[in-house]
């Protein structure tokens, strides 16, 4: 068990839907990061919160948005769901901008 | 534009063989350096890190890594593979600069490791 929690696991939906995909970060780490990966695109970037705000943007579709909690919990909101968005979603969280990242399991999205 | 480089997208080997997994990166100024490694339906671990000092670090599982400034090169070693060491390994930089930073992961290498 890393710290981060992510949930759900698995989630398999239909095209044109919405998910969010929920991370609660390792205890004291005010950073929290989401990532997509797939077989043709590898590990992408997609948005990094800290305390609250959004500090950072990657290659984060307009579909896609998230949001952090005053609890530090942080949510992935998918819209309009393509078949392409099929991927693994990462949440990782870290204490400070210089240390590593602590990643969760994962969520793996099916888009049928 | 910063890059992270992972020349070798597969590394196979034969179990007790010693192992390097190349990484290299575009600019070597005020640069922290890391190696993660992702077990099949896993998230990505920490191996190890470089944040300054001394050039060889070691991690977890009896990995090594060594930061070559002039080459701007971290690659990861094990001296001695077992079978559970397949995995994909990623390494990743981050460049601090004025205030702001930026990491970068490399695209992964998927080692293999042959009984």
């Known amino acids: 068990d890393s710290g981060v929690t992510q949930t759900p696991k698995h989630l398999i939906t239909a095209t044109g839907q919405r998910v969010t995909l929920r991370c609660s970060p390792r205890?004291?780490?005010?950073?929290v990061y989401w990532y997509q990966q797939s077989l043709d695109q590898g590990l992408q970037f997609l948005i990094q919160?800290?305390?609250?705000?959004?500090?950072a943007k990657g290659n984060i579709l307009e579909r896609f948005s998230a949001q952090q909690f005053p609890d530090l919990h942080s949510e992935l909101n998918l819209s309009s769901l393509e078949l392409g968005d099929s991927a693994l979603y990462f949440c990782?969280?870290?204490?400070?901008?210089?240390?590593?990242?602590?990643f969760g399991s994962g969520t793996r999205l099916t888009v049928v | 534009a910063q890059s992270v480089t992972q020349l070798d997208s597969q590394v196979p080997v034969f179990e007790e063989a010693p192992v390097e997994l190349r990484c290299n990166y575009s600019?070597?100024?005020?640069?922290?350096l890391f190696w993660y490694v992702q077990y099949p339906n896993q998230g990505l671990q920490l191996l190890l890190k470089?944040?300054?000092?001394?050039?060889l670090v070691k991690g977890i599982n009896g990995f090594e890594a060594e930061f070559n400034k002039s080459q701007t090169s971290f690659h990861l070693r094990k001296p001695s593979v077992h079978i559970s060491d397949t995995a994909e390994y990623f390494c990743?930089?981050?460049?601090?600069?004025?205030?702001?930073?930026?990491?970068?992961f490399g695209t992964g290498t998927r080692l293999k490791v042959l009984a």
């Open positions: 600019s070597s100024v005020s640069v922290y």
């Open positions: 470089y944040l300054s000092g001394s050039t």
């Open positions: 205890s004291g780490d005010l950073s």
């Open positions: 919160y800290y305390n609250g705000e959004e500090r």
């Open positions: 990743a930089v981050k460049w601090v600069k004025a205030g702001t930073y930026k990491y970068i």
């Open positions: 990782a969280s870290s204490p400070d901008r210089i240390n590593g990242y602590t």
